[in-house]
């Protein structure tokens, strides 16, 4: 089985961009499922109904989320009824929309969840915490599983793939919108990677106009962010699982620059 996890899509740039790759690199790399982080799809911040859907046309299977997760308040008429997009899993009970979910793809199931780092993130539940609850809850349950940890620094990542080696089979970083050259299997098999990057504009700061980004920089003042357009990278990791004993062979990087 080969799980190609892609970055935060950044905007306009980033679903095209999406929407474009996706589908040639599952077809040119034997994709057999596509899980994407999509709390930046639109306009940047949060998800409207075009833009998830835009993710799915693209070859979305599930779809993660981060601290972004409600800025569209479209997001509250749908996020219950979809069963393959997930937000931080913790959010205080009673949240709406669901930590993680289980994605069936032939013979097995594939447990996604999703979780928020807490060092300069909002405060929330403790993510390792809630991580030990949500594995003894899918216990027997999933045979694959995957976590994307939204969170910000370097060392909280690393602590949660230590945290889980062994029991999950993928933990992956996302939010800072730069792939991290340290993709590796750990000592007890877990596939990890900090940060996988984004699906967004190239000549841009993380997404955003970069004179906008400066400028605040510069002075100090409040400014309005505006996604920057034009030719986008796609950043991923494809993660090979042998089917037999769904144990991790692989993970390789991904990074795609469109022609600029």
């Known amino acids: 089985m080969r799980i190609m996890l892609v970055g935060d899509v950044v905007g306009r740039a980033g679903r095209r961009a999406f929407r474009a ?5 599952r077809t040119e790399r034997g994709i057999d499922v596509v899980i994407v982080n999509g709390e930046n799809a639109a306009g940047g911040k949060g998800f409207t109904r075009k833009a998830l859907d835009e993710l799915y046309a693209g070859g979305a299977d599930v779809v993660t989320s981060g601290n972004h997760v409600w800025d569209k308040k479209d997001v509250f008429a ?16 009673g949240t709406p929309g669901k930590g993680y979910c289980i994605f069936p ?46 969170a910000e620094t370097t060392s909280e990542k690393l602590a949660m793939g230590y945290h889980l080696d062994g029991r999950a089979d993928i933990v992956v970083g996302t939010h800072t919108h730069v792939q991290t050259a340290d993709e590796r299997i750990l000592p007890a098999g877990t596939a990890y990677i900090t940060d996988l990057g984004m699906v967004g504009p190239q000549d841009s700061i993380l997404g955003v106009r970069k004179d906008i980004v400066i400028q ?45």
Do not use: W
């Open 78 to 93: 749908f996020i219950d009824d979809e069963p393959f997009l997930v937000r931080p899993a913790n959010y205080p009970e």
């Open 216 to 260: 605040k920089f510069r002075t100090g003042m409040p400014v309005r962010f505006e996604m920057a357009e034009g030719s986008a990278e796609y950043a991923a990791v494809i993660v090979e699982i042998d089917p037999s004993g769904h144990r991790v062979t692989q993970i390789e990087r991904v990074l795609v620059r469109e022609n600029m």
């Open 21 to 25: 790759i996706t589908p040639r690199l």
């Open 105 to 150: 793809f032939k013979a097995a199931n594939v447990a996604v969840l999703n979780l928020s780092g807490r060092s300069f993130m909002p405060a929330l539940d403790c993510p390792f915490q809630k991580a030990d609850e949500i594995l003894a809850e899918i216990e027997g349950k999933a045979d694959v599983i995957v976590l994307d940890f939204h």
